[in-house]
């Protein structure tokens, strides 16, 4: 089957909303040259890592699969981004943390067998993982980003992706050391954006619809996983034809994973009931 498009999901962990309009003056950029749109997405409850990853790939909420914190991991029950797209005969790639691997393809994660691995039957057909193992305030355990944007870019290039997603920790990282009103940030903001920046062009010219957004807020104690637009709300910017609503409307998480299906032309399972936010 060939899909409608081509679509890769950049996910930079932990940014509020203030930080990315502010800061990623690249990103804006696009938005006021009109190659990009932005709008605000409020991510669901509890705002942790954990349960925001496995909502933004189901479209269901963490009371639903079940994922509560970063403790408690399993592989979900319920379709996925990556499990639609291979059932459709589409080719997947993932350049995560290893909770991804998880929740998505097998659990418990084995260092040496899942750290890389190509599997055609999918769910997730190129995977290429890092576990941070080790992390803490001193000692981030953080690849760089330009590394991950690379690899990506590797599997678009070598293995013809239809579906890609890039996960890095490095700003949450940041975050929980230094919080988010600060000069370590603010630089560590626009090295992102310009690390990105390199890329983003070249996905374009290759025919990829590109998001770029957080699975979360974080507040400028460097806090996330309550109820607070801090913790909640950060940006997403869609590079793409696809048509979405008015500028100011607030997105919710859940319609993430039924707007890549559809941009995709992937049919969208009974469990994703949220609105796709494109057309
Ligand atoms: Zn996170």
Redesign the pocket.
């Known amino acids: 089957m060939i899909l409608h498009t081509k679509l890769l999901l950049i996910i930079l962990?932990?940014v509020p909303w203030r930080n990315w309009r502010r800061l990623f003056g690249n990103l804006e950029g696009w938005v006021q040259s009109g190659e990009a749109q932005v709008w605000k997405m409020r991510a669901v409850l509890p705002s942790t890592?954990a349960c925001?990853y496995a909502s933004i790939h189901t479209g269901v909420t963490p009371q639903v699969h079940g994922i509560l914190s970063n403790e408690v991991r399993f592989r979900v029950a319920q379709p996925d981004v990556f499990s639609e797209v291979t059932k459709a005969g589409g080719k997947t790639g993932a350049v995560t943390h290893s909770y991804w691997s998880e929740f998505f393809n097998r659990h418990p994660f084995d260092l040496v067998n899942d750290i890389e691995y190509d599997e055609p039957g999918g769910p997730i057909t190129h995977g290429r993982f890092h576990t941070m193992t080790g992390y803490g305030h001193d000692n981030q355990m953080t690849p760089s980003d330009v590394d991950l944007f690379a690899t990506l870019t590797m599997l678009c290039q070598r293995h013809g992706i239809d579906y890609g997603i890039l996960h890095t920790?490095t700003l949450?990282s940041m975050g929980h050391r230094f919080g988010h009103d600060n000069t370590p940030m603010d630089h560590a903001c626009a090295v992102a954006d310009a690390m990105l920046a390199a890329f983003l062009p070249k996905w374009r010219a290759a025919g990829y619809e590109v998001m770029v957004t957080a699975?979360?807020g974080q507040t400028d104690r460097g806090h996330?996983g309550g109820r607070e637009d801090l913790q909640q709300d950060f940006a997403l910017y869609y590079f793409g034809e696809g048509k979405g609503p008015k500028e100011d409307t607030l997105l919710d998480q859940l319609q993430l994973a039924p707007t890549i299906l559809k941009r995709l032309g992937v049919p969208v399972p009974n469990t994703m009931k949220a609105k796709p936010f494109l057309a």
């Open positions: 962990d932990g890592s925001c920790c949450d699975d979360h996330h």
